[in-house]
């Protein structure tokens, strides 16, 4: 028997008998994960090979942590977060907060990471995140990572089995702050009050700018002092519009369907712009309303088995995680 090509580093454990001069009894060769193979040397120094199983176990590390004056992104890395799934933690709740206006210092924010751990207490590859909670002063949310038998990819679901994705997500662009909130303002190009029909989001020219929901493109194009602009049809009273782009994405057209998260251009500075930033607009019967106050429609709900399924999820990871907090 022998180990795979690529199998990565190995452990290696020699069994001697004492001498003179030592002989070898077994050599066991483990990768990482604990899974290998123990050769065995018998009578006649004849050696025999036999396969060994993985030894690993799964463990659940749970973070707690509260707001700090600065950012998520501080607070996360205060409270012992990695790096690499802060995004993660916070993408869960793109749908339910916004960071930039509803979350305050001294708000309280859980994450449960699972990792695997070999025999020897060592963690084999990477974390994911699988529970995560957000209790603000105003309202609060628990979330549990779960895949759907047959779905390829595992998304969020609350305590219910209620899916957290809603009609349209609240932030269609990459690592964005609210510059400018819906209302009237002061036109910072014009120099006069006028109503601001849409949400600003400062960004550098080039942040990924997503559909905010499923929808059809019904135009794309210059747009007046909007400048490069992409409008989307959702349904026949709602739209949405994106304007002072850099570019284009891909295959986006008049006519062209668009699915909720898909990149559709990259933001800029065109058009009547006082510097970067995505102009986002909700429409609802012909009329601009206030994206971030807007009610979008609740996600699906699991039934059936596909229920039970995430029940017995939902428990194991709460089960994990009360064993941890003690």
């Known amino acids: 028997m022998a180990l795979a090509e690529g199998a990565g580093d190995l452990r290696i454990t020699l069994s001697l008998a004492r001498g003179p001069p030592p002989r070898l009894l077994q050599a066991e060769l483990r990768r990482v994960d604990g ?28 973070v707690r942590g509260e707001m700090d004056a600065n950012s998520f992104y501080s607070s996360a890395v205060a409270a012992g977060v990695t790096d690499s799934l802060i995004s993660d933690f916070a993408n869960a709740f793109t749908f339910d907060f916004d960071f930039q206006r509803e979350i305050r210092p001294g708000d309280i924010f859980e994450a449960a990471f699972e990792r695997h751990v070999n025999g020897a207490g060592e963690a084999v590859g990477a974390e994911r995140l699988v529970y995560a909670s957000l209790q603000t002063q105003a309202k609060s949310k628990a979330l549990y990572r779960f895949l759907p038998t047959g779905e390829k990819v595992a998304t969020w679901f609350d305590g219910n089995g209620s899916s957290i994705v809603r009609s349209l997500m609240r932030t269609p662009v990459e690592g964005a702050r609210i510059s400018s909130s819906f209302g009237p303002r002061m036109h910072p190009v014009l120099g006069y009050t006028r109503v601001h029909k849409g949400t600003d989001f400062a960004t550098p020219v080039g942040a990924k700018v997503y559909a905010s929901g499923d929808g059809v493109i019904d135009f794309v194009g210059v747009h007046g002092g909007h400048g490069n ?98």
């Open 35 to 62: 899974s290998g193979v123990l050769l065995a040397v018998g009578a006649g120094d004849r050696v025999t090979a036999s396969a060994l199983a993985t030894d690993l176990n799964t463990q659940i590390k749970v």
């Open 229 to 326: 602009y992409i409008s989307i049809t959702h349904t026949k009273t709602l739209q949405t519009a994106y304007a002072h782009l850099s570019a284009y994405g891909p295959g986006i057209a008049v006519g062209a369907p668009v699915r909720q998260g898909q990149e559709i251009a990259l933001s800029g500075n065109t058009g009547l712009s006082s510097g970067p930033h995505l102009h986002y607009e909700v429409i609802v019967g012909g009329a601009q309303v206030d994206p971030m106050a807007y009610e979008t429609e609740s996600g699906r709900r699991l039934q059936g088995m596909t229920l039970a399924a995430f029940q017995k999820e939902r428990d194991r990871i709460d089960v994990l995680r009360a064993a941890q907090n003690g």
